[in-house]
């Protein structure tokens, strides 16, 4: 199973997105515990993701987060504007098994 932690700034605006992508992995038989969270629990929730996935409103985390990431081994990245806005299941879950495949 992967596991893939969205963080924003409530944690509220990406729960639209996380129903997206789970019936994305869904569609495709992938195994996936899909999870959003508010700013300040992103780092708390980092020890059990296998990739952190930053809404475009708070690029400006992603180096506070990418310390503790590294630390983890965790790769983290900022959703691309585009796919957020349209609220692209399907493009955000590929970017994120692109960084947990590497």
Known sequence: ???????????MSTSLLVKKMEEEAKGRGIDVKIWAVA???AVKELENADVLLIGPQM????????KVADELGVPLDVINPVAYGRV??????DHALKLIDG
Do not use: E, N, P, T
């Open 59 to 66: 690029r400006f985390m992603k180096k506070k987060y990418g």
């Open 1 to 11: 199973m992967k596991h893939i932690l969205l963080a924003c700034s409530s944690g």
């Open 39 to 41: 700013q300040d629990k």
């Open 88 to 93: 692209d299941g399907k493009a955000v879950l």
